[in-house]
């Protein structure tokens, strides 16, 4: 194979970079999955889950991408002809509506044009209208536009009606605002690889007594992503179902002490700070933003291209020159827009660092940035 | 957290041990997965799998556990109605069964008792008498029996019918013979935390062009497991749909080197010698065992527990005190039965340790057990 350079500093919004601590946690030889050994394991990460859910709900860990989760909340809650409202303002609300379009659930969409934030008395007309709505879905960090959907104010509307509110915190947990509970969640599904800052692979989903009731009449959809199958392993014997990604479990539960440790508090702080530096960076370049300013996402900014500046040859030029991975756009604004990921273990540092490239990036390109490392440190107080 | 001891011998039937040359491989950086350096790792590993399935059909590989690629591989080619032939004589046969009846093919079972290998002549007389089945299931190695089905024998009895061939090779790729195209087999699945001996949490599955004919025409019953999405993501970007397991992915990468280094054959060969010497100790000690001697598995070695011996104490002894994890039995042999792992990594001086461990538990439980060592020793040459 030809060589790989795994040193790049790695700014997308996920996978995001992984602690030494975390990734050496997968070090440790494998364990059998039906030992007491495991059991430990699985438990006290799932303890750990809940407390950065904060939910005194249930919680499991699945072996599977973040997407995986996405179709459990869906495949486990939705009969044929059951009415979903999709709140879609990016890839990953779409991604809500097409799960549910392959098990014959009747999408109602609640659009919005990608990089404005989803408004909650949007959310409540509708519900007025079709008061037979079944789940309400929405994506709280849309990675795809690097928008933040008030979940909170969304959970106000939607804990008045019989619906299950399901809540995507993919690219939220650990590095944003997420209150299960006090949210109303019924449903909250989440990736290993965002801002909890563990290796991809895995990923959580929590479950309210409004969802059980649901989904204890609702045949899953699915054999692999079936929740009571879990659900029933966990309660007879604090296991998985099906062989478990052990090592990633390791690596999940090292990363679960150091959000702890730091506190959920303070490590949404940091990311309210990094986002604040890298907007007032690329603002001070003369670039323009593509999330509307009240729902702008505090772990991932996304920003328009100047006019002339190609995605590739940007990007190719931090990549190979610079040694710093950024996304670019996707689905319908692919080659408009770049995304800068500052998650999990994202420092100033770092954010320094990919404003610099990018700036060098731009002049190499034509379009003369300067100032941006500068603002990006005042604010920082650097 | 209570301290977990990660250093006990892992002789169950997976997952199993992983090399520390595997482990390490883990502790690399993540990196991005829309990046060159990802499809650099994708594209080789996938190759090297290609090698390891013997096919010059389409691989991909899968987060999930193996029991996601049992499912991908149902679910996207089974309709309602459609029939399905499962052959059932363990666990994991019955588990494609259910499997199929989620998705609502009509289900025929061939079953057999739990230790009999399957016939390929009653595969026959049931494609005969129902010329319309679309697909037919087997488990290569049966992990919760320790039985071998011929499925070279059942390949040759498929290929002159309509039907495809699906085939669970979790337990036995890379430990026993399988060769995808030679033993037309149109969807081989298998996981990687087995005879592959890397760690658990990704999957494989293989698809022949018969394959993709029946697939193209049947509408995906997941979302999370549409092979279509990888196949269009493979073949466009030389990615994966969703986020994957990078450091699964690492370390399947290396563990597939060891594999072809070491060669299939001399593998193979080597899995054959230590199931031998397992079977040599075990009778020796007067265990019988519980897999009928013509489809004994060469990765698992399965017996009766001598009246008496409880399973739990047993087993319980061995961990506690020799520190060596063996499996008990499942579903209707829980309790009768112990299964002994001799995959991967496995070694000579494994199957010692574990025959001595076996013999000192017996004799502390009552049971006059000797000679097993000596026995194994011998057959080894040792």
């Given at each position: 194979m030809k060589r790989i350079d795994h040193e790049k500093l790695l700014m997308i919004p996920g996978p995001t970079m992984v602690s030494s601590e975390v990734l050496n946690a997968m070090a440790y030889p494998i364990i059998g999955h039906r030992t007491e050994e495991f059991r430990t394991l699985l438990e006290d990460t799932v303890e750990k889950m809940k407390k950065v859910f904060i939910t005194e709900g249930d919680v499991y860990i699945i072996t599977g991408s973040g997407t995986a989760v996405m179709d459990m909340a869906i495949a486990n809650t939705v009969d044929k002809g059951d009415k979903v409202l999709t709140i879609c303002n990016g890839n990953f609300g779409e991604r809500f509506s097409k799960i549910a379009e392959v098990y014959k659930g009747e999408v109602i969409k609640l659009e919005y044009p990608w990089g404005k934030g989803a408004r909650p008395e949007d959310v409540k007309k509708i519900l007025e209208e079709n008061p037979d709505i079944k789940v309400v879905t929405v994506v709280h960090n849309e990675t795809s536009t690097g928008v933040r959907n008030p979940i909170k104010e969304i959970g106000e509307v939607v804990k008045d009606y019989d619906a299950l509110y399901i809540v995507d915190t993919i690219s939220s947990l650990g590095g944003d605002y997420v209150d299960v509970d006090k949210f109303h969640i019924d449903i909250c599904v989440t990736g290993s690889q965002k801002c909890l800052s563990a290796p991809p692979g895995i990923s959580a989903i929590s479950i309210s007594e409004k969802?059980?009731?649901?989904?204890?009449?609702?045949?899953?959809?699915?054999?692999?992503?079936?929740?009571?199958?879990?659900?029933?392993?966990?309660?007879?014997?604090?296991?998985?179902?099906?062989?478990?990604?052990?090592?990633?479990?390791?690596?999940?539960?090292?990363?679960?002490?150091?959000?702890?440790?730091?506190?959920?508090?303070?490590?949404?702080?940091?990311?309210e700070r990094l986002a604040k530096a890298t907007v007032a960076g690329l603002e001070t370049m003369g670039i323009e933003l593509f999330a509307e300013e009240w729902a702008r996402s505090i772990t991932v900014t996304s920003a328009r291209y100047p006019e002339g500046i190609e995605d590739g040859k940007f990007r190719g030029i931090l990549s190979n020159k610079y040694k710093v991975i950024i996304a670019g756009g996707q689905g319908q604004v692919s080659g408009k827009i770049f995304r800068i990921g500052h998650m999990g273990e994202a420092r100033e540092i770092h954010i320094l660092g990919t404003l610099a490239a990018i700036e060098m990036a731009f002049k190499e390109l034509g379009y003369n940035a300067s100032g941006g490392v500068e603002a990006a440190k005042d604010v920082l107080g650097m």
């Open positions: 969802a059980w009731d649901v989904i204890n009449n609702t045949k899953s959809k699915s054999f692999y992503l079936d929740i009571k199958a879990y659900r029933d392993r966990f309660e007879s014997k604090r296991e998985s179902p099906y062989t478990p990604a052990v090592s990633l479990i390791y690596a999940l539960n090292k990363a679960l002490d150091r959000i702890l440790e730091e506190g959920l508090e303070n490590r949404v702080k940091r990311h």
